[in-house]
């Protein structure tokens, strides 16, 4: 599995644009790049996926690094539910077996 | 509401007591995951079944015993645990375990389990 390095801990204003970054230098070339988040007192929910191109859905942005070894996830406007502990997670081509490490832990202030 | 519905949500449990935790998925998937997430560590993968089938497991005690009798249910049977075993046991699905899918998992909200 790629090994992946985010930040411990992050925090944001209600309403402003949230940059969560991932360096995952050992992705494999046929590696998916997952993102699932964890509000409180609930399980995992998956935000978004990609490859290589820049990924846009209803929850997020993702941003693909050229070279793959990077990606970012971007909330475009924080509000007090997207407090959550954000997991980047390269999938292995094969399955779906996700690993999870520690995450961010995103706190967003009123 | 994510389809995937663990019961119960909560259970206390001796030493030396049997008891098991369901999952059920309504959502159609062929695969079904055990993870388990104790406090300040991550969440660590159990068990995975694809079409009652259990595919992985990752060095699990034998004192945790799956059992998938179909693709909806997956059950976890508890018997002698420990009290380092008391944590928050996930249960997933996805549409299959292996082969082109992309991955995206469906979570329940767990059961809480705390060993005494």
């Not at chain 2, 449990?13 to 695969?31: D, I, V």
């Not at chain 2, 992985?56 to 909806?72: A, Y």
């Not at chain 2, 002698?80 to 549409?95: H, I």
Request: glycine share 6%; with cysteine.
């Amino acid at each position: 599995d790629a090994k992946t390095t985010q930040p411990n801990s992050m925090e944001s204003n209600e309403e402003e644009p949230v940059h969560l970054p991932c360096n995952h230098s050992t992705i494999s070339g046929t590696d998916y790049i997952h993102w699932y988040r964890q509000l409180p007192s609930q399980g995992p929910e998956y935000v978004i996926h990609g490859l290589t191109s820049n990924v846009n859905n209803r929850m997020a942005s993702l941003a693909i690094a050229e070279d793959r070894k990077s990606s970012t996830l971007i909330l475009h406007r924080a509000t007090l539910r997207d407090a959550a502990v954000y997991y980047c997670i390269p999938t292995m081509e094969y399955g779906n077996k996700l690993v999870f490490g520690a995450g961010t832990i995103l706190r967003v202030k009123s | 509401e994510t389809g995937v519905t663990q019961t119960p949500r909560h259970l206390v449990m001796g030493m030396t007591n049997k008891k098991s935790l369901k999952c059920e998925q309504h959502l159609g998937h062929n695969a079904m995951y055990w993870y388990k997430q104790s406090a300040k560590k991550p969440l660590e993968l159990m068990f995975v079944y694809s079409l009652e089938e259990r595919v992985e497991n990752n060095s699990v005690p034998s004192r945790f015993s799956p059992e998938c009798p179909n693709s909806s249910h997956l059950f976890l049977h508890l018997h002698t645990l420990q009290p380092e075993d008391s944590a928050l046991y996930l249960c997933a699905s996805s549409p299959s375990s292996s082969g082109g899918n992309t991955g995206e998992l469906f979570f329940g909200e767990g059961s809480r389990l705390t060993v005494l």
